[in-house]
């Protein structure tokens, strides 16, 4: 399954669905990067909170996607990893190191606007 | 600690001491054979029934007189009542040493006794001394009654003294195992204290670790946190370690895992109170808590907390207001 990116003021929330195949995932990765270029993004939202299993290869392109949108001039959160998943991933050794990660949605956007705060003004 | 009170249990409900099923008939058989306890030491023992029926009273007279004369054990009889069953009940032990018959009802009764003495605190040593004065008694007379047969005195003493460790060795046992069901209960009490999860701040929580801390109370731990971070939508937890007394390698890559996960959940968290016997322990076993926040104490982590949330906590008064 897809998953689907939203566009909300200039910041990108990308939703993964619960069955995402290693393909969905590059697939995510490139429409990201396209949709930052395109709507001159400064920060992206991945929510995982749907996702009840993260394998290694989901989280490097998880991380690979938050070093491209760093690249690209803006910043990643990852948010929603339920405490299973989080612990599960820390004991195989894939802890996301860099990738700024908040609670949930709410919280994710609240880090991209704390960080972004002081250029709000040239948006409006 | 239980204390050496002799008003507790007058009469000890035996099924609650739980050494009733403790001896099985095959444990009773190889204590006899190690003690190279034989049918010969039978014969022996029931042999030399009748003088023991003689001697029997005198011996505990004189054992009881003894007794008394130690304040540390005095104690334990002095109510008269008290001290005529408990004679009774130790003649009545004295006549069974030389009835034969040293069977699964014999053991059970060693262990119940052992128990009752176990509950009232007596100590081992007067015990054992109990035992002590007993043999010393009862060789000294069978030495008289079998004034010209030496030979029979001595093996008839032997017997004795072999059923007298078999005893011995129940008995202990129900002191050991009374102290160790006791160990067991306390380690059991620990280890169900839960670790609260407080929330101290809007986004803060305050977890205080304390006693032992074992992989299953830390696996607990960890499934607890990280829901409370999750519930609470917290961004910053201090965990205080201040009353966690030691950790091993084991528990101490726990805390840094759950540190992470609770990471990887948007929540920074700042660990308190590391004795200097612990952040010993954790250079030496090579654990790595370089991506965690540490500071001293308590008040320095809630500093740093509400530093990290934003608060700004600040003083009403110049002075606190004087208590009433």
Known sequence: MRASILKQDRFLIASVQGSMTDADLLQLREELAAGVRRHRSTGVVVDVTLLDVMDSFAVRTLRGIAQMIKLLGAECVVVGIQPDVAFAMVQLGLTLEGTMTALDLEDGLDVLHARHGGNAANYE | ?324
Do not use: C
């Open chain 2, 1 to 324: 600690m239980r204390q050496s009170d002799p008003t507790v249990p007058r009469r000890v409900d035996v099924s609650s001491l739980g050494v009733d099923d403790e001896i099985t008939e095959e444990e009773l058989l190889r204590r006899k054979e190690f003690l190279q306890f034989g049918s010969d030491d039978v014969a022996n023992l029931v042999e030399i029934h009748n003088h023991a029926r003689r001697y029997a009273k005198s011996v505990i007279e004189d054992f009881y007189e003894h007794l008394l004369s130690f304040e540390e054990t005095r104690i334990f009889f002095e109510d008269p009542e008290v001290l005529k069953r408990v004679q009774n009940a130790q003649e009545e032990y004295f006549l069974r040493l030389t009835q034969g018959n040293y069977d699964l009802a014999y053991a059970r009764d060693r262990l119940r006794i052992g128990a009752i003495h176990e509950r009232i605190g007596l100590p081992v040593k007067a015990y054992l001394g109990m035992y002590n004065y007993y043999l010393r008694a009862v060789a000294s007379r069978l030495i008289e009654a079998y004034e010209s047969e030496p030979k029979r005195a001595w093996s008839a003493f032997l017997s004795l003294l072999k059923l007298k460790m078999l005893d011995i060795g129940l008995a202990i046992d129900t002191y050991i195992s009374a102290r160790e069901r006791t160990i067991r209960e306390q380690q059991e009490a620990i280890q169900e204290l839960p670790i609260p999860v407080l929330p101290l701040r809007e986004g803060m929580l305050l977890v205080p670790m304390i006693g032992l801390i074992d992989s299953l109370r830390a696996r607990l731990f960890t499934e607890q946190l990280l829901a409370a971070v999750r519930d609470n939508r917290a961004k910053v937890v201090v965990i205080d370690i201040t009353g966690v007394q030691a950790v091993d390698s084991k528990v101490a890559n726990h805390i840094v895992q759950t540190v992470e996960a609770a990471r990887l959940m948007g929540a920074t968290v700042i660990i308190a109170g590391i004795s200097p016997q612990i952040a010993q322990t954790m250079v030496t076993l090579g654990i790595d808590l370089g991506r965690i926040a540490t500071v001293g104490d308590l008040q320095r982590g809630i500093e740093q907390a509400e530093e990290l949330l934003g608060y700004m906590v600040a003083r009403s008064r110049e002075r606190p207001a004087a208590g009433r």
